[in-house]
T-cell receptor
Framework: GQQLNQSPQSMFIQEGEDVSMNCTSSSIFNTWLWYKQDPGEGPVLLIALYKAGELTSNGRLTAQFGITRKDSFLNISASIPSDVGIYFCAGQSIYGQNFVFGPGTRLSVLP | NAGVTQTPKFQVLKTGQSMTLQCAQDMNHEYMSWYRQDPGMGLRLIHYSVGAGITDQGEVPNGYNVSRSTTEDFPLRLLSAAPSQTSVYFC?????????????FGPGTRLLVL
């Protein structure tokens, strides 16, 4: 089946630093979603992307739909302790209606 | 709106026992789905439904049954639990299953099978 790769797998950063992570696919996607999951909770939608090249912001978060339609990027500016969690990308391909999820990037923010 | 609700939050089963994980949404969403999440892995789709009376298999359907008698509810049944089914289960819903539809997740059910 389709798979998504996320990198990095995990990262430790200092509070105030900017963060970049990405998600890649072997196939073309119509939609990219970015979720954040806090410990013991379900994933919460952060940003949704619907067009190649689209750049969308949500507060300190900015995500981009890659031009090739096979990747997406998430940036977090000026990280704060509550940014800690696992960030998942999910994609919906042109071949099906179901979403495929990446394995996640685990973010730790050091004070 | 309560959004997507799941019960129970935690469950311990013995191998061979059966149980039903409940999922309900009050957003009048047509599309509902069940995922399992295992350590170090993304969410994997178990079953999904595009509307009442319609269900289909996802990536990892074996050992699970679903039904969709109403728009609001989408229960997941484990007929004979196995240790390999120890996982965290998430239910999700969206207005439709088409391109561009975003999904909203419940808080999860943590299942341990001994």
């Amino acid at each position: 089946g389709q798979q998504l790769n996320q990198s990095p797998q995990s990262m430790f950063i200092q509070e105030g630093e900017d963060v970049s992570m990405n998600c890649t696919s072997s196939s073309i996607f119509n939609t990219w979603l970015w979720y954040k999951q806090d410990p013991g909770e379900g994933p919460v939608l952060l940003i949704a992307l619907y067009k190649a090249g689209e750049l969308t912001s949500n507060g300190r978060l900015t995500a981009q739909f890659g031009i090739t339609r096979k990747d997406s990027f998430l940036n977090i500016s000026a990280s704060i302790p509550s940014d800690v969690g696992i960030y998942f990308c999910a994609g919906q391909s042109i071949y099906g209606q179901n979403f495929v999820f990446g394995p996640g990037t685990r973010l730790s923010v050091l004070p | 709106n309560a959004g997507v609700t799941q019960t129970p939050k935690f469950q311990v089963l013995k191998t061979g026992q059966s149980m039903t994980l409940q999922c309900a949404q009050d957003m009048n969403h047509e599309y509902m789905s069940w995922y399992r999440q295992d350590p170090g892995m993304g969410l994997r789709l178990i079953h999904y439904s595009v509307g009442a009376g319609i269900t289909d298999q996802g990536e990892v359907p074996n050992g699970y049954n679903v039904s969709r008698s109403t728009t609001e509810d989408f229960p997941l049944r484990l007929l004979s639990a196995a240790p390999s089914q120890t996982s965290v289960y998430f239910c999700a819903s969206s207005y439709g299953g088409g391109a561009g539809e975003t999904q909203y997740f419940g808080p999860g059910t943590r299942l341990l099978v001994l």
